[in-house]
Structure formats: C-alpha cells, structure tokens
C-alpha cells in the first residue's frame, strides 16, 4: 500500500509525500494536459531527511496547477515490491467562501448540472461550456472522478446514504466536494469537504444551467450551503 498526498504547494515549489508499507521506488512525469503543450520532465522520489526508505518526497519546482480550463496532471508509476502502483496527482487549492469560489486564488464560476451518463457523451459537454458534473456517489460511477481529473471537470459527488466512504475519491484534484442527500448526515464524512446539503426537487438538467452560493449555515460559518438557480446568473458571476 502506497499513501500519496500534497504536502507544500506554493508558487516556487511542490512537495509530494510517499509512504508505502516497504521500501519503494517512484518516479512522475509532467506536466501532462490534453488541451496545452507541454515539456515533461520527470521528478524522482527522493528519501526524506532522517526517515527510512518507506517515506519519501517529491519536489516539482514552480508547478503547473490543476483547473477545469487547464488540467495538468503529473503521473508515473511507484515500484513496491513486486507491484507497479500508478500515482496521478494534479495540484490545485479550492476555498469557499459565502462570496463564492476560488481556485487557485480566482474566481471560479461552476457551469454545469446533473450527469449519470456515459464517459462517450463528456466531450459533448466540455464543448457546451461545463465545467463542473454534479454526480451520485455510486460504485458505477466512480469512474467519472479520474476521467474528469483528465478531461477537465469539477465533480460534486451527490451522496445518497450513509455511511459510504469517500476518502479515496477526495484525492482526486476534480473533487469539488460532497452534497448530501436529505437526512445524510455529512459531517462524519471521511473525504472532505463537505460542501451542503442537496435540495430535493432543485436538480437543472440544462447545459445553460449554473449553481451559485447560498446563505452560509449560520451554525457553520466554514460550511457553504449551495443552491440551484437554472437560467444564465447575472452580473461578474455569471456572464
């Protein structure tokens, strides 16, 4: 078992920490992305200062970061024992706020709406402007995650019951975040952020429809609450 994840993330430098259950060696290539050109350069895993072999880092200078308009993913392969385990990362900071959404320190407008569709129909609705998929947390669709770190889509997953386990789908850099169903309760969750409550019955279907930031909870102020409105928004949020 290989645990990956992002340390440090500024401007000047990445770290990716590596720790396996044995000695390992790991290697990335990028950055990779379908729609810019690109020199790959490949960075090595490296033993961390004073730890043994089985905890390592990877530092990436001057990263390209991860967004649905530029998605650059930086992927290789780890080596541990006998087994090749792949490791795909893309480096991005989200941070809500009862203003709206930034990434990477911009303003970032979802655009998008419901989708239980079929990886075929993705390209379709990157060109009709989408930018974010609103998804149910099935075993069925667990693809969507990986397809849209690729692709270039934010995904909020829509979680429909209990108890269902999210920490691995929250390492990918296209995880927006969680809804929860009525009656779910997602404060427990495993794989942060939690981001609202679904309201039942608010789901546009539109390729035009967009979602904006409701009131904050006011028992939560870290929890942003997240409505539905179908139609084009008006003003800088939307146009």
Not at 51 to 62: C, D, L
Not at 158 to 170: H, K
Request: aromatic share 10%; charged share 20%; hydrophobic share 40%.
């Amino acid at each position: 078992m290989l645990h990956v994840h992002v340390a440090r993330l500024n401007a000047a430098e990445a770290e990716i920490q590596l720790v396996g259950d044995e000695p390992f060696a790991a290697r990335i290539l990028g950055p990779r992305c379908p729609y810019a050109s690109t020199v790959e350069i490949a960075y090595y895993a490296r033993p961390m200062p004073g730890s043994p072999a089985h905890r390592q880092r990877i530092i990436v200078p001057e990263p390209s970061y991860w967004d649905p308009q530029t998605p650059y993913l930086y992927e290789g392969p780890a080596q541990v024992g006998s087994e090749v385990t792949p490791i795909r990362v893309g480096f991005r900071v989200v941070a809500f706020s009862p203003t709206g959404i930034r990434v990477n320190q911009k303003p970032f407008v979802p655009k998008g709406g419901w989708f239980d569709g079929a990886e075929g129909e993705l390209p379709a609705l990157r060109e009709a402007g989408w930018n974010t998929l609103v998804c149910p947390v099935r075993e069925d669709c667990r693809w969507l995650w990986k397809r849209a770190d690729q692709l270039g889509f934010f995904v909020l997953g829509v979680i429909e019951e209990a108890n269902v386990d999210v920490a691995e789908l929250a390492q990918h850099p296209s995880c927006l975040g969680w809804l929860c169903r009525e009656g779910v309760d997602g404060s427990t969750l495993r794989g942060k952020p939690f981001v609202g409550q679904w309201l039942e019955g608010e789901a546009p279907l539109a390729p035009w429809a967009q979602f904006a930031a409701g009131p904050v909870k006011p028992t939560d102020a870290s929890v942003l609450w997240l409505s539905w409105q179908a139609g084009i928004l008006g003003g800088d949020s939307g146009s």
